[in-house]
Nanobody, 124 residues
Framework: QVQLVESGGGLVQAGGSLRLSCAAS????????MGWFRQAAGKEREFVAG????????RYADSVKGRFTISRNNAMKTVYLQMNSLKPEDTAVYYC?????????????????WGPGTQVTVSS
């Protein structure tokens, strides 16, 4: 099993940047797929970005392509989400999750463990 804790959320103005971190523990970390999801008030949880265990394959939601970058450092057991050019519609609770799948999945059902989430609020 893997335990996850997100950090780095906060309040930022539109056009600004934030860097989220996900600290992980567990022996399966080096060969698991990691993903970031978000859930805005009154909306379903949605996929944001994912990265394979090697870091060689990434996938992004269309709404964040070109603005967000996911990366991982397996030696440090940490996953990051660099968020640039933030928009008010990016406001949500952001969750880090882990999947045993070899490919980057885009639905929450494919992920086994979740962090408690971190709030990101973008003001206009």
């Amino acid at each position: 099993q893997v335990q996850l804790v997100e950090s780095g959320g906060g309040l930022v103005q539109a056009g600004g940047s934030l860097r989220l971190s996900c600290a992980a523990s567990g022996r399966t970390f080096s060969r698991c797929t990691m993903g970031w999801f978000r859930q805005a008030a009154g909306k379903e949880r949605e996929f944001v970005a994912g990265v394979s265990w090697s870091g060689g394959s990434t996938r992004y939601a269309d709404s964040v392509k070109g603005r967000f970058t996911i990366s991982r450092n397996n030696a440090m057991k940490t996953v990051y989400l660099q968020m640039n050019s933030l928009k008010p519609e990016d406001t949500a609770v952001y969750y880090c999750a882990v999947s045993a799948s070899a490919v980057v999945a885009t639905t929450p059902l494919n992920y086994d463990s979740w962090g408690p989430g971190t709030q990101v609020t973008v003001s206009s």
